[in-house]
Nanobody, 129 residues
Framework: HVQLVESGGGSVQAGGSLRLSCTATGFTSDATDMAWYRQAPGHECEEVSSTDRDGTTYYTDSVKGRFTISIDNAKNMIFLQMSSLKPEDTARYYC????????????????????????WGQGTQVTVS
């Protein structure tokens, strides 16, 4: 049974930092192909950052230079270090895994995300004021 559990969200002032963590259990291989998404009220779900088994990383333009994704294969954990946070970073952040070739609308939280990832956590709230 695949399960993703996020932690590390909270409320911070603009300019502050947070580190999100996601623990993946139930995978039969290293969970190296994972991502962070976020969804804010009134906004579309957005892929914030991802990493694949080749070590290639992706960041959406608005977080480049401020966020860093990393992975601990031994513990099947993925992290998102967020610095210089802005009010527009306020959202619920979701950990995702299980990438396939095609994207579909996946039910995530109370909304949906157009994504090639098929496994999702429950999310952790980040609020920047």
């Amino acid at each position: 049974h695949v399960q993703l559990v996020e932690s590390g969200g909270g409320s911070v002032q603009a300019g502050g930092s947070l580190r999100l963590s996601c623990t993946a259990t139930g995978f039969t291989s290293d969970a190296t192909d994972m991502a962070w998404y976020r969804q804010a009220p009134g906004h579309e779900c957005e892929e914030v950052s991802s990493t694949d088994r080749d070590g290639t990383t992706y960041y959406t333009d608005s977080v480049k230079g401020r966020f860093t994704i990393s992975i601990d294969n031994a513990k099947n954990m993925i992290f998102l270090q967020m610095s210089s946070l802005k009010p527009e970073d306020t959202a619920r952040y979701y950990c995702a895994a299980g990438r396939v070739r095609w994207s579909t609308f996946e039910p995530v939280g109370s909304g949906q995300c157009y994504s090639p990832f098929r496994r999702w956590g429950q999310g952790t709230q980040v609020t920047v004021s």
